[in-house]
């Protein structure tokens, strides 16, 4: 086995007595068919897991683009009660059940109070904050039944200090904040041996930044504000983001639940 170095001060563990991290664990992972929730979807396959990658029918061909034949797609819109029934029902009916939850899927608003509509308001905490809890929610009974498992809440940096120009956004992620340490309280004194931990990650170089970025009077400019609001002067990459969760979906993780995990390159420290 060896540690090969890879850029961007990221590294993976290669050679023929590779770990299987999270071997034969089942993981779903929402809004997988892009950005944060590709790569990790590919990291958690190659680490042994079984991947269902869940996301908007529309994306379907996108998500299994590029990933490992084992990994498999569900089609679930995070807002609705009924698909993540379905989910779950598919889940313990085609594999068995569900040892891994990886609540990804977002949208962003770069928009201020004063600029944000109510609608805009509404179907954006319907998909970051509604979604959140569903998927929480269901997983927690499928993995009572299975005798434990990981749940792992995708915030931001957004959800610990305050960003001006995204009202909706950083209030959505103030509330996976609180509502990860809950659930994780919750499942903890009831015994369930689930583990409930949430990621802060800063200015990720994903197609939702891409957007943001896109709709910047002046991109250049907001590109390299973005890379140096981190004290370590760049854009997080998917990868540095997917490590976390490969982390806390292991039972490396085993002792951790309810923690706030940052990986944002020193923004909120100071
Ligand atoms: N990119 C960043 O700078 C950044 C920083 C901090 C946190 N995050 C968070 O990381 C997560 C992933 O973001 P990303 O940057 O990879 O974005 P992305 O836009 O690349 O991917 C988001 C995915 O969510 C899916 N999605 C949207 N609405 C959905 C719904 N109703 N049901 C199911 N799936 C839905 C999209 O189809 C897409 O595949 C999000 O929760 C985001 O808020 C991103």
């Keep these: ?40 979807a590919k990291l958690l396959d190659d680490e042994g897991a079984k991947v269902v990658i869940a996301d908007l029918e529309a994306r379907r061909e996108q998500a299994l683009a590029g990933v490992g034949t084992a990994v498999t797609f569900q089609a679930l819109d995070v807002t609705s009660e009924d698909a993540w029934a379905a989910t779950m029902d598919m889940l313990v009916r085609d594999h068995g059940g569900l040892d891994v939850l990886v609540n990804n899927a977002g949208v962003a608003l770069l928009k201020d109070i004063e600029a944000t509509g109510i609608d805009e308001w509404r179907r954006l905490m319907a998909v970051n904050v509604d979604g959140v ?30 960003d001006g120009n995204l009202a909706a956004y950083s209030a959505s992620k103030g509330a996976v904040r609180l509502l990860t340490k809950s659930v994780a309280l919750h499942c903890a004194r009831k015994g369930y041996n689930i583990r409930c ?3 802060h990650p800063s200015f990720v170089q994903s197609p939702m930044l891409e957007a943001m970025i896109g709709q910047a ?32 979906a292991s039972d490396e993780s085993a002792f951790t639940t309810g923690a706030e995990m940052l990986v944002d390159g020193g923004l909120t420290a100071g």
Excluded at 14 to 22: D, I, N, S, W
Excluded at 136 to 142: D, F, L, N, S
Excluded at 222 to 243: F, K, S
């Design 133 to 162: 809890f569903l998927g929480c929610k269901h997983a927690i009974g499928v993995m009572k039944s299975r005798g434990g498992g990981s749940i792992i809440n995708i915030s931001s940096a957004a959800g610990i200090v305050g």
């Design 1 to 40: 086995m060896q540690i090969a170095s890879e850029p961007k001060g990221t590294f993976r563990i290669t050679g023929e007595a590779k770990l299987g991290r999270v071997q034969n664990k089942i993981a779903l992972i929402t809004g997988g068919a892009s950005g944060i929730g590709l790569t990790t």
């Design 197 to 199: 931990n949430s990621v």
């Design 217 to 248: 009077s002046d991109p250049a400019r907001m590109r390299t504000a973005y890379a140096a609001a981190a004290p370590l002067g760049r854009l997080a990459q998917p990868i540095d983001v997917a490590q976390m969760i490969l982390f806390l």
